[in-house]
Nanobody, 119 residues
Framework: QVQLVESGGGLVQPGGSLRLSCVAS????????MGWYRQAPGKERELVAS??????NYADSVKGRFTISRDNAKITVYLQMNSLKPEDTAVYYC??????????????WGKGTPVTVSS
């Protein structure tokens, strides 16, 4: 089994910053891709950013404001969010595509961390 635990969410004023973290643990042989998704009330879950060993990918709505990074030694992915807007308000979920010790490629989700951008 693989566990993903997010942290760093909270309440922030428009224009402020937050840094989300997601630590992966468990039966992990290798991480193929990690990413952040978000789901606002009444909306579908959407990709915010993802990172592999060689590249990053961002939703158009966050380009230039959010930065995803990864610490392979700590099996942790970060999302630095700057210039936050009220429309960034959502529950942010960590996602990981991993190869387990049994050589299975599996997809995992964290339980989510809420981000509220409001004055």
């Amino acid at each position: 089994q693989v566990q993903l635990v997010e942290s760093g969410g909270g309440l922030v004023q428009p224009g402020g910053s937050l840094r989300l973290s997601c630590v992966a643990s468990g039966s992990i042989l290798s991480i193929n891709c990690m990413g952040w998704y978000r789901q606002a009330p009444g909306k579908e879950r959407e990709l915010v950013a993802s990172i592999t060993s060689g590249s990053t990918n961002y939703a158009d709505s966050v380009k230039g404001r959010f930065t995803i990074s990864r610490d392979n030694a700590k099996i942790t992915v970060y999302l630095q969010m700057n210039s936050l807007k009220p429309e960034d308000t959502a529950v942010y979920y960590c996602n990981a595509n991993v190869t387990t010790f049994s050589y299975r490629v599996m997809h995992y989700w964290g339980k989510g961390t809420p981000v509220t951008v409001s004055s």
